[in-house]
Nanobody, 123 residues
């Protein structure tokens, strides 16, 4: 059974930090790029960050660059998103996904998705 399970979301004040995790099972993890997206109610799914299969290359949306850090541990089949200096506009459900090919910036480039973990940032 293919599963991507996010955890680590919650309620935090503006300026605070959270660390999200994405645990993979039932699929090949170590040879695929992985990404984080977020989606707020009534809005389209938005790219947040991605990491190459090796972890050597990372990609960020301009809105999170310098505040968020993506990483992965292939031995644990887990990806992480360290989120610092959180802002109210970061409030959304955060989803992890496995990239299948092409650009990492668009949802169409991913084949497996998690259910999401809610991040709420209060002002």
């Amino acid at each position: 059974q293919v599963q991507l399970v996010e955890s680590g979301g919650g309620l935090v004040q503006a300026g605070g930090s959270l660390r999200l995790s994405c645990a993979a099972s039932g699929l090949v993890f170590s040879t695929y790029a992985m990404g984080w997206f977020r989606q707020a109610p009534g809005k389209e799914r938005e790219f947040v960050a991605a990491v190459s299969w090796s972890g050597d290359s990372t990609f960020y949306a301009d809105s999170v660059k310098g505040r968020f850090t993506i990483s992965r541990d292939n031995a644990k089949k887990t990806m992480y998103l360290q989120m610092n200096s959180l802002k109210p506009e970061d409030t959304a459900s955060y989803l992890c996904a496995r990239s299948r090919s092409g650009s990492v910036y668009y949802p169409a480039g991913y084949d497996y998705w998690g259910q999401g973990t809610q991040v709420t940032v209060s002002s």
